[in-house]
């Protein structure tokens, strides 16, 4: 397997940065009917986000071209609300050929949206270059070639961490399952199993990255079901 690009900004740490104040107030899954957000969110946040992961579309060169939800919504007579799920509002189109549509991207978000979300994060910190990265062990043999550091329980998995700015995050070859500031302003969460990002932050965060129109982004709370189950809207 040849080497992996890793941003040379991205510094593999002495020591393992303390996790506590993410793990210690961290639903713990199956306690609850589904999943809530507080599974992968702790709690001390003033908002908590859900950013969608963009759906694609197969175009005539098998190029998929990126589809939001809403877009998906729109075709079927589905809502689009803070806790809707893409198999409910897709309704039949996933088997339509002449629509081909794809199904989100889970565990990572794509680059327009990543740019996005770290543009708009990166403003809300005294920290910009100095932001940690976990990666789930999970991945294995990929991740020997990067500068991490592990190995780091944080709910049901374990993660290796490096540091550097915000702005490296789309640059690596996978998308780190969390990342948050030096002085812990905000934090990101995506599970390798969701078609969601999670951010937990402060209200002008908040509010900055619910105005980017890039971004399909809503408020949601900390005990939202984000499983398929969660959308009761939409049958």
Not at 21 to 32: A, D, H, K, P, Y
Not at 45 to 55: D, E, N, Q, S, V
Not at 216 to 227: G, L, Q, T, Y
């Amino acid at each position: 397997m040849s080497a992996l690009y890793w941003p040379a900004s991205l510094k593999e740490l002495g020591s393992v940065p303390a996790t506590e104040w993410i793990s210690t107030t961290l639903l713990e899954l199956g306690m609850q009917p589904g999943t809530p957000v507080g599974v992968f969110m702790p709690s001390g946040f003033t908002a908590y986000l859900r950013i969608l992961h963009r759906a694609g579309r197969a175009a005539s060169d098998d190029v998929s071209s990126p589809v939001r939800w809403y877009e998906v919504a729109d075709l079927t007579g589905a809502v689009l609300h803070p806790l809707a799920q893409f198999n409910k509002i897709a309704a039949g189109l996933l088997e339509v050929e002449e629509f081909a549509v794809r199904r989100p991207d889970e565990g990572e978000l794509d680059g327009e949206s990543c740019t996005a979300l770290a543009e708009n994060l990166q403003a809300h910190t005294s920290f910009p270059d100095q932001c940690f990265f976990a990666f789930w062990d999970g991945l294995g043999q990929v991740l020997e070639s990067a500068p991490l550091t592990g190995s780091l329980g944080i709910g049901l998995r374990s993660y290796k961490i490096g540091c550097g700015p915000v702005n490296i995050v789309c640059e690596f070859p996978f998308w780190p399952a969390f990342w948050w500031p030096m002085d812990r302003k905000w934090l990101v969460a995506t599970d390798v199993d969701m078609n969601s990002t999670l951010v937990g932050c402060d209200r002008a965060a908040a509010e900055r990255v619910l105005a980017d129109g890039r971004l399909e982004a809503f408020e949601v709370s900390r005990e939202a079901r984000i499983d398929e189950s969660g959308d009761t809207v939409n049958g």
